[in-house]
């Protein structure tokens, strides 16, 4: 083999041969390829060795640190706590099995693709794959050209189209003539068309060596594969998918068995009709020789442009369309599923956000209605009887839930305590102060000269219960998310406010709250006898208190204060350009085609080999990088939250001893499973972060 392989052909000793969708070898005259990865004096089954070592090394080392975390989790809270965030050892347990269970999936799913990709990399199927797809669609071209159907539709097209065609060129003769030489340039382009270039000028000017033909080839070849790896994936997504819904953590009104499978079989055929599509424009560019980098430029133009105008693209891209209310907000507790009517949504939960409806204006009624996704909208209303009752936004359904009492001097203090007529439970409507956990927010904002563009609270309970809080753009115009699963769940020692006023308040307030989101309802695929049985209720979750509220928002503010975004703009435009200037040298690469058994550079061949074999040892080392920046961040954002006082930082460390438990995480993840794994701190340490700088800040 000669040393100079990326400057000349493949090998002296064998004549390049050009292939189907190959571009052409690279000349002494040709310049140099992406970086400083080309000119290498190795030899191509080194760089083969090269692929295949750092692909399984890096295999190995993340699925030791899985075998390792299996066998030593426990899910404990630090000595002096456990007892007042794991109601019972039982629950303890119960996240040591969801956790564990997780974890085995995951290994499995990574294991089973580790085996096939290593198979077809090691018996050349990438190659091979290439030889017998353009075998087969050789074969069909020739069965298609003598068929007896186009046959057929040429007869139609001579019988039917050729008349009328005549008919209407006699008549538009003149502006034909006129068109005579348009006609006759788009003949020609036909010509390029049909007869593999689409314009040779361009292709030349710019450098595009491949025909549409070629790129469309490589599209069909790179969607095959991806296919072919969704469907050793599915079998693990749905493991997982039913996991958190068997462990309460899924909505199951809205995700089911049958909605899990239909996602799964969605996923399929959006990738088969639309995947080469992507695909085309994809390989369409790479073939340019800084095609790599105006892709790059292009990716980090849209992700700073998106930054930067976050407040405008936020409802649309995050589902943030609900600004926190001014108002007050009821919130339902403890509440049974209810039975109703319909055969498409036979369930709904009644334990949800209830917002004040602007459209109904009587002085003597209150009327609220959700604003999710969940199925069945509701309304609550207390009318001038004195009675509080949910009922379904249809006033055709039957009313589901109201207060015993019906006596108005005493109905604001059964809405509070007393029993509801559904279900024996603890039952009950809290109320938040949407206009005091405002200012609150907007307050603690302004005293740390933040901008905020606006908070919205944003539904995740139609889906998941784990969702909290993120915070998003750069500069001044910041949004905060705060999800819904912050309030609901088990009452907070003064998530509620417990005064007649307030309750008063809740009834009589008309300010008014703007509507939007819209109400998108799913329709269960399941058999009719399942959909009839009572669903599994969501895990027991522990809402929570204003101050913890603020102290999550001062959390997520510390970023925007302390410019992580920023810093995570920069860090990303780092390792995404030698993310993309690697994959465009090895689509281009002869050396890294001769690795493979390939005569000449296949783009679509190199970019799959990227994707499986070349792509995730390095993504893992970036990730690397950047998730030690990104929990580093997390302790500057924790301590910015607790020196603002005292209380917010009892409030930090108690939230996230919540949000732990309400979803199942392990407090004390081992240190080497969270360096290579998570990008956020365990518990544990966050805990023991925080009580330091109380330490520091506020003393003994």
């Known amino acids: 083999m000669s040393k100079d392989l990326e400057r000349g052909s493949v090998s002296?000793?064998?004549?390049?041969?050009?292939?189907?969708?190959?571009?052409?070898p690279v000349s002494e005259t040709d310049e140099k390829l992406p970086l400083f990865l080309g000119r290498w004096d190795v030899q191509p089954n080194t760089f083969y060795k090269i692929f295949l070592a750092a692909y399984v090394g890096w295999f190995v080392l993340y699925r030791l640190a899985d075998i390792a975390y299996i066998l030593?989790?426990?899910?404990?809270f630090p000595a002096g706590l456990g007892h007042l965030y794991y109601p019972s050892e039982g629950e303890r347990l119960a996240s040591v099995s969801y956790t564990r269970e997780g974890l085995i999936c995951i290994m499995l799913h990574r294991t089973c693709i580790f085996i096939a990709v290593v198979t077809i990399f090691v018996s050349g199927g990438f190659a091979g794959f290439d030889a017998v797809l353009r075998r087969w669609l050789s074969n069909l071209s020739s069965w298609w050209e003598s068929s007896f159907i186009r046959a057929f539709f040429g007869r139609c097209y001579d019988c039917c189209c050729t008349p009328i065609w005549r008919g209407c060129s006699a008549c538009c003769?003149?502006?034909?003539?006129?068109?005579?030489?348009?006609?006759?340039?788009?003949?020609?382009?036909?010509?390029?068309?049909?007869?593999?270039?689409?314009?040779?000028?361009?292709s030349s000017r710019f450098g595009f060596r491949l025909?549409?033909?070629?790129?469309?080839?490589?599209?069909l070849y790179l969607t095959l594969f991806s296919v072919f790896f969704l469907m050793i994936s599915a079998p693990f997504v749905y493991w997982s998918s039913m996991m958190d819904v068997r462990y309460g953590f899924s909505n199951p009104l809205t995700v089911s068995a049958a909605s899990i499978r239909k996602k799964i079989f969605d996923g399929f055929v959006s990738e088969l009709l639309f995947g080469w599509i992507r695909y085309f424009f994809i390989l369409a560019l790479l073939q340019y020789r800084r095609g790599w980098l105006i892709g790059y430029v292009a990716f980090m133009t849209l992700l700073i442009w998106v930054q930067f105008n976050i407040e405008v693209i936020a409802p649309h891209i995050l589902d943030m369309n609900n600004a926190f209310p001014r108002d007050n907000f009821a919130v339902g507790r403890g509440f049974p599923w209810v039975r109703t009517d319909s055969e498409k949504n036979p369930w709904v939960s009644l334990n949800r956000l209830y917002f004040k409806d602007p459209t109904f204006g009587s002085e003597k009624e209150a009327h609220f209605s959700t604003r999710d996704k969940s199925k069945g909208q509701l309304t609550l209303t207390h009318d001038s009887t004195g009675t509080w009752t949910i009922a379904h936004a249809d006033a055709s359904q039957p009313v589901y839930a109201e207060t015993i009492s019906a006596v108005a001097n005493h109905v604001l203090d059964g809405l509070r305590t007393k029993a509801w007529t559904v279900g024996d439970a603890d039952t009950r409507i809290g109320v938040r102060s949407g206009s005091r956990l405002r200012?609150?927010?907007?307050?603690?904002?302004?005293?740390?000269k933040i901008g905020i563009a606006e908070v919205y609270i944003v539904d995740g309970s139609h889906k998941d219960i784990r969702a909290n809080a993120f915070v998003a753009g750069a500069g001044n115009n910041s949004v905060v998310g705060l999800f819904d699963t912050l309030f609901l769940g088990q009452r907070s020692s003064d998530s509620d406010d417990t005064d007649?006023?307030?309750?008063?308040?809740?009834?009589?307030?008309?300010?008014?709250?703007?509507?939007a989101s819209e109400i998108v309802q799913d329709v269960d695929t399941e058999e009719n006898d399942r959909d009839r049985r009572v669903p599994r209720n969501s895990a027991p979750t522990q809402a929570m208190s204003?101050?913890?509220?603020?102290?999550?928002?001062?959390?997520?503010?510390?970023?925007?204060?302390?410019?992580?975004?920023?810093?995570?703009?920069?860090?990303?435009?780092?390792?995404?350009?030698?993310?993309?200037?690697?994959?465009g040298w090895m689509v281009l690469s002869p050396l890294a085609a001769a690795a493979l058994s390939l005569h000449a550079p296949l783009l679509h061949v190199g970019a799959c080999v990227w994707d499986h074999v070349v792509g995730p040892p390095l993504e893992g080392i970036m990730s690397?990088?950047?998730?030690?920046?990104?929990r580093h961040n997390e302790y500057e954002a924790d301590a910015f939250a607790a020196r603002t006082s005292k209380d917010y930082a009892s409030a930090l460390q108690s939230s996230l001893a919540k949000l732990t438990v309400n979803a199942n995480q392990d407090p004390s993840v081992p240190l080497f499973y969270e360096l290579l794994h998570h990008d956020h701190p365990a518990f544990v340490r966050r805990w023991a972060h925080i009580e330091n700088v109380k330490q520091e800040t506020y003393g003994q």
Not at 13 to 22: D, E, H, L, N, R
Not at 442 to 448: E, K, L
Not at 624 to 630: N, Y
């Open 173 to 202: 003769s003149p502006v034909g003539r006129c068109l005579e030489p348009c006609m006759s340039w788009c003949s020609k382009l036909k010509d390029h068309i049909y007869g593999g270039r689409l314009s040779s000028e361009i």
């Open 72 to 76: 030593t989790i426990h899910c404990r």
């Open 211 to 219: 025909t549409c033909r070629e790129l469309l080839f490589g599209s």
């Open 624 to 630: 690397l990088i950047s998730d030690e920046l990104t």
């Open 546 to 583: 204003d101050n913890e509220i603020v102290a999550i928002m001062a959390h997520e503010l510390g970023h925007a204060r302390l410019k992580h975004l920023e810093q995570g703009m920069v860090l990303q435009a780092i390792t995404q350009f030698f993310t993309w200037a690697a994959m």
């Open 439 to 448: 200012d609150k927010l907007y307050g603690f904002a302004r005293a740390h």
């Open 12 to 24: 002296a000793a064998t004549k390049p041969v050009q292939q189907y969708g190959a571009t052409d």
């Open 500 to 515: 007649s006023m307030s309750m008063l308040k809740l009834a009589m307030d008309d300010s008014a709250i703007k509507r």
